[in-house]
């Protein structure tokens, strides 16, 4: 299902990758930091929920696996694994590993990198949703599936202890490390606005979710309880990518440039802005919060100085930035 340019969902997702960076650049850990707690809580369902709205399905569909790898080759699974070798190569000098380097660098490929989870999850929820609509033929089914896997899931991160558990288990607490299919329903909710746009209609009277869910968040920060956590996370996010899909989808201004060019190259720079500040925490530290911040605002100029420089070239932007330029 085609749709017109819109503008508002190349803002809004130069928006998110600014918040990405921000809330890696933080160096308190989440429970401790209310900055990061917001940021965490909308920024990787919206991206997720953006991917899925943006996702070709009805071309998924009629092509075979295969085809939906090769479609997704130069723009998302060679950066990728281009930025695994690098973020393998700096975390041995980082962290002055003596192991085998190709050990390493395999033990990357299977559980990548920090932020690096992202692309393989992304491209497993691709694959399930494509497996779901070609052999589940009732919406209701579909949505009671994903609801199943991702609440199994959500459980399964956050009450599983798998210190406590025989090391059998190892592998399963790997998978849902990396293959976090507890987001796998805000994909789908995505896929689903997209083939039935007649909900898009904005909705007044459904604003009051923009201020009552950073409330909510603030409040759950300062007296968190698991049933709070667990409602926010499904039925708030829900509620909340519901009605800013509404409202993007009704705007018809050009957006911001910047915001705009960061959307547009928001794969390429989720990919490479994190290592900076790996490199500033090692170099610098994080006692100093004026001076590890100062370096990161340094750092982070030149990042997207080379990263723009990276655009200019036609191969740099194809293997390195995942934006293939059509001639």
Not at 42 to 51: A, D, G, T, V, W
Not at 174 to 181: M, N, T, V
Request: charged share 15%.
């Amino acid at each position: 299902m085609a749709l017109e340019r819109n503008f508002g969902w190349d803002s809004l997702k130069g928006f998110l990758i600014l918040t990405v960076i921000l809330g890696h650049v933080v160096p308190e850990p989440l429970g401790d930091s209310l900055l990061r707690t917001i940021i965490y809580s909308f920024h990787m369902p919206l991206f997720i929920f953006l991917s899925g709205f943006l996702f070709p399905l009805d071309r998924a569909i009629k092509g075979s696996l295969k085809d939906l790898l090769k479609q997704y080759k130069f723009r998302v699974i060679i950066p990728w694994a281009i930025a695994v070798v690098v973020f393998c190569m700096l975390s041995i000098y980082v962290y002055d590993s003596h192991q085998n380097p190709m050990v390493v660098l395999a033990r990357h490929f299977v559980k990548p990198y920090f932020h690096l989870w992202f692309v393989p999850s992304l491209m497993l929820w691709m694959m399930l949703t494509r497996f779901l609509y070609k052999n589940v033929g009732s919406s209701a089914k579909r949505f009671w599936w994903v609801i199943f896997v991702s609440f199994l899931f959500y459980g399964i991160s956050h009450w599983v202890d798998f210190d406590s558990l025989p090391r059998y288990f190892s592998p399963l607490d790997g998978f849902q490390s990396i293959y976090r299919l507890q987001y796998w329903i805000f994909f789908v909710w995505g896929v689903f606005l997209r083939q039935n746009l007649q909900w898009l209609s904005p909705i007044k009277g459904m604003r009051w979710i923009y201020p009552a869910y950073f409330l909510f968040v603030i409040g759950n920060f300062y007296w968190n309880h698991w049933s709070l956590e667990w409602m926010f996370f499904f039925v708030a996010n829900v509620l909340l990518l519901f009605q800013l899909a509404c409202d993007v989808y009704s705007y018809k201004g050009s957006g911001s440039a910047v915001l705009n060019w960061l959307g547009l190259e928001s794969m390429g720079i989720y990919l490479w802005h994190y290592a900076c500040t790996m490199l500033i925490r090692h170099w610098v530290g994080i006692e100093d919060f004026w001076i590890y911040y100062l370096w990161n605002v340094l750092g982070l100029c030149l990042t997207f100085s080379l990263l723009y420089i990276f655009t200019k070239n036609k191969m740099l932007h194809q293997y390195v930035m995942g934006v293939v330029v059509k001639r």
